[in-house]
């Protein structure tokens, strides 16, 4: 009940102007990728948004509340347009190959959230029990789909491990999101999406059929023996006319 109490409050809150919240929010994603959580300032994130103080308690409770709050609009956005694409993918490789673009290149646009994220949120146990981690956890469910999709209509091979893959997939990104906050490389996320995809669905994209490729290699080699001599008669000809040893 008194869970529910707060969320009425927290909504009521971010309906009273949702331009200058979200203005706050950019202000502070700004100064925590900059200073980090405990060395930034509510006057510093006031100062940057060009508000009083105050105001940012009408929108958030604390220093953390607002913190927690940086992810929650932008992964819904980010959920919302991921499903909205994946509609009109086909193949469960081909839409793995569109959500690690879509994220690799979100991080790439903005490298404050991608900082916040990854240095101050993924290290923080109570960012696990907010709505904005909800946000993130449907992100990762709709990998999974995708995942499953690809087991049940045979592109992917059915002792795949989603939850496991799922894993690879996202601590890659995560490590070379970390590896850009820090050190600045990879210079171009987005450059390496095909490469990351490539490596990691080899693993479980099921392989042609044996047979198929079989009868394509020996039916291209006759041929091309073939129209190498034309008088010497095809291998199998050859073969019967020569003389027994």
Do not use: W
């Not at 347009?81 to 690690?100: C, D, F, H, M, S």
């Not at 999974?144 to 045979?154: C, I, P, S």
């Not at 210079?187 to 044996?210: C, W």
């Amino acid at each position: 009940m008194t869970g529910d109490v707060e969320k009425q409050k927290k909504s009521r809150r971010s309906m009273k102007n949702p331009e200058k919240r979200l203005s706050v929010l950019k202000a502070a994603e700004k100064i925590f990728a900059k200073k980090g959580f405990h060395e930034s300032t509510i006057a510093d994130i006031a100062r940057t948004a060009n508000v009083s103080e105050a105001t940012i308690y009408e929108y958030f409770n604390s220093k953390e509340e607002l913190l927690f709050s940086i992810p929650s609009e932008g992964a819904e956005q980010h959920l919302k347009k991921n499903e909205e694409i994946l509609q009109y993918v086909q193949g469960a490789a081909n839409k793995i190959r569109v959500l690690v673009y879509r994220l690799l290149r979100h991080y790439e646009l903005n490298p404050d959230y991608a900082k916040v994220i990854m240095l101050l949120l993924k290290t923080n146990r109570n960012f696990l029990k907010t709505e904005a981690y909800k946000h993130v956890q449907f992100s990762a469910r709709l990998m999974t789909q995708v995942l499953e999709e690809g087991m049940k209509n045979g592109e992917f091979r059915p002792d795949t491990k989603p939850l496991l893959v799922r894993a690879m997939i996202y601590g890659t990104i995560e490590h070379l999101v970390i590896r850009k906050s820090l050190l600045g490389k990879p210079v171009d996320l987005v450059s390496i999406a095909d490469d990351i995809t490539k490596n990691l669905l080899q693993g479980i994209l099921l392989p042609r059929k044996e047979a198929d490729l079989n009868i394509h290699v020996t039916v291209e080699s006759m041929k091309q023996a073939g129209h190498h001599d034309e008088r010497e008669g095809t291998p199998l000809e050859r073969s019967k006319n020569e003389p027994q040893r």
